[in-house]
């Protein structure tokens, strides 16, 4: 009697194997997200390495897609930016001097953008480049609260903020502070 070799089956098995592996992950994930306590409140403890997951691609699009500011800086760039973030931005990210308590409990929290980072000199986002601003003003940071302005305000009104707050680490001229002090529209 001959015997038979057992090697024939052998990738079949292993085949299958995988495959009832993967359907088992895919069940897994499924019993999870249908049952399992997923962080969905904005007090909830992020999910390990989320916001590494999140910034990968955002930073990377950004990137391919940032532009050069059409115009450069001067008083009545800053002027007409101040005017927009009063309207726009400072509900949520505040002015000199003043944040905004309910930004904390945000998920993510959003920045102050007039407050030092730490202890460093950066303010805000003054060490970002103006095009990588103008781009979340632009389109909005998806799961972050963080709108999308381009249907809202014009390009030109887009790089005025964006330019007033590259330069928020800088001595801004009377004018400018003084909207940015004035009450709430």
Known sequence: MAKKSSSGGGFGKVFLGFLLGIVAV?????????????????????????????RLPL?????????????????DVFESGAHIYRA??????GTPGRDVAFAKTMFPTAPQLWKKHGKSDVVGVS?????????????????????????????TQMW??????????????????????????
């Not at 499924?30 to 962080?39: E, I, M, N, S, V």
């Not at 726009?88 to 990210?93: L, P, R, T, V, W």
Request: glycine share 6%; aromatic share 8%; proline share 10%.
């Open 26 to 54: 895919a069940l897994g994930l499924f019993a999870y997200l249908k049952f399992g306590p997923l962080p969905v409140a904005v007090a909830d403890a992020p999910l390990p390495f989320e916001k590494q997951i999140v």
């Open 59 to 75: 930073d990377a699009r950004i990137e391919r897609e940032s532009k050069a500011a059409p115009f450069g800086i001067s008083e």
């Open 88 to 93: 726009q931005c400072a509900s949520c990210h």
């Open 127 to 155: 060490d970002d480049e103006p095009g990588e601003t103008y781009w979340k003003v632009a389109n909005g940071i998806r799961l972050s609260g963080m709108p999308s302005y381009k249907h809202v305000l014009s390009d």
């Open 160 to 185: 005025q903020v964006s330019l007033l707050l590259k330069n928020a680490d800088k001595e801004l001229p009377g004018p400018v502070t003084q909207i940015l002090d004035s009450p709430t529209p």
